[in-house]
């Protein structure tokens, strides 16, 4: 057990894609980190950075870990600078208790995980986001400075807690989607904004997916500014619903002279939605393809090509059950398809053909088997990714082959 | 393989390219090519990956921090000739251009359409797009709109080995870690960029500037203060001080009101948001002791009041014959704090300094005012821009908010990273470029020009020619 300092046994709720680790150590401080970083390359250990554990059984499906090195404990650090608008966080803090602390004083890290538990490390390594990418950028776009540690044992930082700044190199960014496997996040800055004053969002229903395409072209193409703009399929009691959505906030008049010019260009049924209904609108929109069972697939698109995605998923439909939500302005999306692992599969691999709307699909969520049976990432790293791979994490200790890296 | 015309040794011919917009900093290359294809710039770097002879991506030569500088016996690559527009995607908001494409072309390219590409450095007119990149570049607007890390979405580039790949991706949510994001603001380091597809966005519906002027710094700070508090992020917050509004007066006649410091503050968006929100800045103003509100009335007035400001650098040689220009960052909340500091400093030393600045995001540009003729002074004004960078780093800022570390900072790195950090730069930029032959000797401290130090500002031939301004 002395192989990492402070190493103890790993326990069934410590799982990796649902294997227990053998090792389990929960630095305090990035030295500690670094120097179980060190240990586990001295002892070639198979090591998986573990935050939240909320997406701990997304990636290729992996043999054994050795050790899980748990952020837990790298919890208590919070140091908002709010008449700066930043924030310094420790990786283990959760993405929801951060806000919590930051809306006391009327900011917010505008960044919506999907999921409850997420911590600030874990958002960052899989660059975690939701709607309000649409305003705001993923993760990326808000992180001003960072704190690693390494697998030679050292801590260093990049960036810095001033919004802007371009001294050194950015290595924020580059472990932003690294999914642990260049380093371990210690602490993060950031970039804050203000809460907005006001909010209200448009719902537009359609029971077909070619106006709807119409109608979000037609936003995207104007001079609204919406915080969130969303698109959903699903099916209801009266069979398979199309949905827009397109979130305003402003100040309280900008917001309702926005949802009105937003109501005259679309030709779904509309409902405006304020406060709690509004609020519980997002959430479920959030989280929709994530309840029930069914594997979860992330796919990206050019946004002018959204009617083609809309029908893609129209299509699917003859073949597995499917749930879709995604960013309309970008071009970002997840769809939920349940069925038998064989017709999921190949829904999946059809997703990849050079004739289908869609790029970059990515197999998150599935079983052991549909994971071993379709290639999760659909790509290979490129060549300096894996030369940034090789640099920094040499004994390839880091991630235990889950991907993308 | 470029054609002979495309290859350039005589030493006159040289001469241009041996410094960029920090003329200080020279040395001649052995060789400078213009490539005018992603082949050719391919070739010529293989050529020196196989050789062993270092090169140096050029862009216009517009660059603060000495990027482009070129090395002794090197090659010194001109992308001055991949100066074309590739595609223009209006449904997708997106246009694919080659390195050499001025910034400001973008938007002259798709203004038509209603739309524009947001970073806006002043030298907008002149500098290329991949200059952009390598710098990551920012400009007024920046405090709303980010800087272009967050307008990139794809670049081509050749690796120091001599590959061209591409990194980035059109599409969101590209798997893996984001070397792009690693690769803009590289200053040229670790690729030579040969083709970038940048996002545009919808020009705003309306655009609303005002000026207020104050009797003390601190006052207009805390106007700032207050509008931020106020849960608004402006377009732009920008403050002149005495002196650097005295310079502007006298070059480009602004009609600013006589007053210790002028406070600069544009939003835009939607109407009744812009409207709204503008009316509460304006109460702010007021309320935190502005003597003068002046609203611009249309867009000449707006026009006027930002050439007052983007002609403050330019002017200061009105007031002084030689000056500096430094570019550093703190906390916005440390503004008065280091602000108060470079005064005392100036009053110690003798030198006026001018102080122009992104007052929303901390980023000063103070203007060290000197005399050459008068022995000593600029080593003082060095060591004077010197102690201004100690400020901003002991307030918890950055030794350069935008115009980068080049040759010219790279002396002062260890002031705000450790050895450590450096360290691990150096092992990010070994793994793209084993051989240290893509533009050696810039932003990591080399032990062998350790002592020299950053030279005073002279003026540009672009900036004498009229077709540029700083900020």
């Known amino acids: 057990m002395a192989v990492v300092p402070q190493g103890r046994s790993g326990t069934p709720g410590e799982a990796i894609d649902g294997l227990t680790p053998r090792l389990v150590a929960e630095p305090a401080s990035g030295d500690a980190c670094a120097a179980v970083l060190a240990a586990a390359a001295a002892n070639s250990l198979s090591t998986v950075v573990r935050g939240g554990g909320t997406k701990s059984g997304w990636g290729r499906p992996i043999d054994a870990v050795d050790l899980v090195v748990s952020t837990r404990s790298l919890a208590d650090l919070l140091v908002h600078r709010d008449g700066d608008l930043t924030v310094t966080v420790g990786a283990g803090v959760p993405l ?224 597995c059950g499917v749930t879709f939500t995604g960013r309309a302005g970008t071009g970002s999306g997840l769809l939920r398809l349940t069925g038998p692992d064989a017709a999921v599969g190949a829904a999946v691999v059809r997703a990849r053909h050079d004739a289908s709307p869609v790029g970059h699909v990515v197999l998150l969520r599935g079983s052991r088997e549909l994971r071993s049976q379709v290639d999760v990432w659909g790509t290979a790293p490129s060549a300096p990714a894996a030369a940034l791979k090789r640099a920094l994490d040499p004994t390839g200790i880091l991630n235990a082959g889950r991907g993308p890296l | 393989m470029c054609g002979a015309s495309a290859v350039l040794t005589e030493p006159v011919q040289l001469l241009t390219y041996e410094c960029d917009a920090l003329p200080h900093l020279r040395e001649s290359p052995a060789i400078v090519v213009l490539p005018a294809s992603a082949a050719q710039v391919q070739a010529v770097v293989r050529l020196c990956a196989r050789d062993g002879v270092p090169f140096v991506a050029r862009g216009h030569g517009t660059g603060l921090s000495g990027g482009a500088l070129p090395v002794p016996g090197g090659v010194v690559i001109s992308l001055a000739r991949l100066n074309r527009v590739l595609d223009i995607d209006i449904p997708n908001r997106l246009v694919t251009v080659e390195p050499g494409v001025t910034n400001l072309e973008i938007t002259r390219q798709v203004a038509p359409f209603g739309y524009y590409y947001a970073p806006d450095p002043s030298s907008q007119q002149v500098c290329s797009i991949g200059g952009n990149v390598a710098e990551n570049s920012g400009g007024a607007h920046c405090l709303k709109y980010g800087f272009t890390v967050h307008h990139v979405v794809e670049v081509e580039a050749v690796l120091p080995d001599g590959s061209l790949t591409r990194i980035g991706s059109r599409l969101a949510d590209e798997p893996g870690p984001d070397v792009l994001g690693l690769l803009v603001g590289s200053e040229g380091t670790l690729a030579v960029v040969t083709k970038v597809v940048v996002r545009i966005l919808r020009r705003p519906e309306t655009v609303q500037t005002l000026l207020a002027a104050y009797d003390t710094i601190s006052a207009a700070g805390t106007a700032v203060s207050e509008i931020i508090a106020a849960g608004i992020i402006p377009a732009a917050v920008e403050m002149m001080d005495a002196l650097a509004i005295k310079a502007a007066e006298a070059a480009v006649h602004p009609n600013f009101p006589p007053s210790d410091t002028i406070l600069i503050v544009e939003l835009d968006g939607p109407a009744t948001e812009v409207r709204e929100l503008f009316a509460m800045v304006e109460a702010i103003c007021r309320r935190t002791g502005a003597t003068t509100v002046e609203v611009a009335a249309d867009e000449a007035h707006r026009l006027r009041i930002w050439k007052g400001r983007k002609a403050a650098f330019a002017a200061m040689g009105r007031v002084s014959p030689n000056y500096y220009v430094q570019d550093g960052v703190v906390p916005r909340t440390k503004l008065p704090e280091v602000l108060g500091r470079i005064r005392a400093l100036s009053e110690r030393s003798g030198l006026g300094i001018g102080n122009v600045f992104h007052a929303g995001d901390g980023n000063l540009h103070p203007l060290i005012c000197y005399d050459e003729s008068v022995p000593g002074q600029a080593e003082l004004a060095e060591q004077v821009a010197g102690e201004i960078l100690t400020y901003c780093v002991e307030a918890g800022g950055s030794i350069t908010g935008e115009h980068g570390v080049g040759a010219d900072k790279k002396d002062y790195m260890p002031r705000m990273f450790s050895e450590h950090d450096l360290d691990a730069f150096q092992q990010v930029r070994d793994a793209l470029d084993p051989q240290r032959l893509c533009n050696p000797g810039k932003v990591l401290p080399t032990p062998r020009l350790c002592g020299e130090v950053p030279g005073p500002y002279r003026e540009h031939p672009v900036e004498r020619a009229g077709l540029a301004e700083r900020f």
């Open chain 1, 96 to 319: 929801a208790r951060l806000n919590t602390r930051l809306s006391a004083r009327g900011q917010w890290l505008p960044v919506d995980s999907a999921f409850a538990g997420a911590t600030i490390g874990g958002v960052l390594a899989t660059n975690d986001s939701g709607p309000l990418r649409h305003r705001f950028g993923t993760p990326r776009d808000l992180l001003i400075g960072i704190t690693l540690a390494l697998t030679d044992g050292r801590v260093i930082k990049a960036g810095g807690t001033v919004v802007k700044n371009v001294a050194g190199y950015d290595l924020g960014k580059l472990v932003t989607g690294s999914y642990g496997a260049l380093a371990a996040i210690v602490d993060a800055t950031f970039k804050l904004l203000p809460l907005p004053h006001a909010s209200a969002t448009l719902r537009a229903v359609y029971a077909d997916p070619e106006p709807l395409a119409a109608d979000a072209a037609a936003i995207a193409g104007g001079q609204l500014e919406p915080l969130a703009f969303d698109v959903r399929a699903g099916d209801t009691p009266e069979g398979p619903r199309w949905t827009l959505l397109a979130r305003f906030a402003s100040s309280p008049a900008a917001v309702a002279s926005q949802i009105e010019a937003a109501r005259a260009l679309v030709h779904g049924e509309t409902t405006a939605l304020r406060e709690g209904l509004e609020t519980r609108a997002w959430s479920e929109q959030t989280g929709l393809v994530w309840e029930g069972d069914g594997a979860v697939v992330r796919c990206s698109w050019l946004p002018a090509r959204l009617g083609e995605v809309l029908a893609m998923v129209r299509a699917m439909r003859a073949d």
